[in-house]
């Protein structure tokens, strides 16, 4: 992480891509206020992974600003989550979680505090395997090790826990939540689950497509909410989300 900051916003300002002419992304504008989580939820082709690909640095060719405390965000520490997690599979489990300290440079977080991240995750008896050898949900727990022990500014996941069945998205979602809420890492993550936007997300930003643009921010109640969790209120989040997107997508 290059900027220790507690407050500031990472600002995303009348963002717009087009690939071969045809526009993708439309006057994208939102906030997000350092340390928090937004969940980004749309139909497939709404531009999801575009947005995370501009703000990760894979896509510059583009109209607009993006900037974190007020630094352009190319100057930011950026991990990113793709949905095939992208492990390399001729490295072993260790090399792949030390990937950004070996290969580009990222100084990330102490050996110590690496140890405590692989500990939490319960994967330090995985170091020496390939991922080949791993269960889908040890291959999750390897890709969030990685991103965590980058030690990012941002932290980006796109489609995190759509490939796993039920109970292993539940168990790596709780992980994940238990490992940012020690961190506070600024968090953007892709989901077509409305329910796991709304466990997750602090804020849920809902897209519309062709092109891709933003169809409203939600604040979410819900969030952090555990002790006096409201079935009931939870349920009409979800429903209030679904009726904003069929109103677009019908």
Excluded at 55 to 66: A, E, F, K, P, Q
Excluded at 113 to 130: M, Q, S
Excluded at 208 to 232: H, I, W
């Amino acid at each position: 992480m290059l900027f220790d900051v507690m407050s500031g916003l990472l600002r995303v300002e009348h963002l717009s891509v087009c690939f071969h002419s045809q526009p993708v992304l439309s006057d994208i504008s939102f906030s997000l206020p350092v340390g928090d989580i937004i969940a980004i939820v749309g139909a497939s082709g709404c531009g999801k992974s575009t947005l995370l690909n501009v703000i990760g640095g894979i896509i510059t060719d583009y109209r607009g600003n993006v900037t974190f405390a007020d630094v352009p965000v190319y100057k930011t520490v950026r991990g990113y989550m793709p949905q095939n997690l992208g492990l390399m599979g001729w490295k072993k489990v260790r090399d792949n979680i030390f990937i950004s300290r070996d290969i580009n440079k990222v100084i990330g977080v102490s050996d110590s505090e690496a140890t405590d991240i692989i500990d939490e995750l319960g994967i330090g008896d995985l170091l020496d395997r390939y991922p080949s050898e791993l269960s889908g949900g040890q291959r999750q727990r390897v890709a969030l090790a990685r991103l965590f022990v980058s030690n990012p500014d941002i932290l980006m996941m796109d489609e995190p826990f759509s490939a796993l069945d039920t109970i292993t998205a539940d168990m790596s979602r709780e992980l994940f939540l238990r490992l940012w809420q020690k961190r506070r890492t600024t968090t953007i993550f892709t989901t077509h689950n409305l329910r796991e936007a709304v466990l997750l997300g602090q804020h849920i930003m809902i897209m519309g497509k062709n092109p891709g643009r933003v169809l409203q921010v939600v604040d979410n109640r819900m969030f952090g909410r555990e002790a006096d969790y409201d079935e009931e209120f939870y349920t009409k989040t979800v429903c209030r989300l679904q009726v904003i997107m069929k109103n677009e997508y019908r």
